[in-house]
């Protein structure tokens, strides 16, 4: 059975910080890049942070660039978002995804978790 459980989320005050976990279950972790989404209300989930297979390539949303932390443990099958200077835009729900794109057929499969609340208020 596939998982992706989200964890350490919460409230936190601008300026704080938080880092989000995600494990990975009953899929091949190692071959799939994983990446971090959110989505406030009343607007479209959006993409936040995503890094490659083998852990290199990061790359991050204009908005959270220098700010966030995307990366992952392939012992644990886990991947982190290291969040530091919150803001109050800050403030969704998050998301981990994994995606595997199959080489030659481009057969494509993706597996998302049930997300974790991120709230950024004083």
């Known amino acids: 059975q596939v998982q992706l459980v989200e964890s350490g989320g919460g409230l936190v005050q601008p300026g704080g910080s938080l880092r989000l976990s995600c494990a990975a279950s009953?899929?091949?972790?190692?071959?799939?890049?994983m990446s971090w989404w959110r989505q406030a209300p009343g607007k479209e989930r959006e993409l936040v942070a995503t890094?490659?297979?083998?852990?290199?390539?990061?790359n991050y949303a204009d908005s959270v660039k220098g700010r966030f932390t995307i990366s992952r443990d392939a012992a644990k099958n886990t991947v982190y978002l290291q969040m530091n200077g919150l803001k109050p835009d800050d403030t969704a729900v998050y998301y981990c995804?994994?995606?595997?794109?199959?080489?030659?057929?481009?057969?494509?499969?993706?597996?998302w978790g049930q997300g974790t609340q991120v709230t950024v208020s004083s």
């Open positions: 009953g899929f091949s972790f190692s071959v799939y890049t």
């Open positions: 890094i490659l297979n083998g852990g290199s390539s990061p």
């Open positions: 995804n994994a995606r595997n794109v199959r080489p030659f057929t481009g057969a494509t499969t993706t597996y």
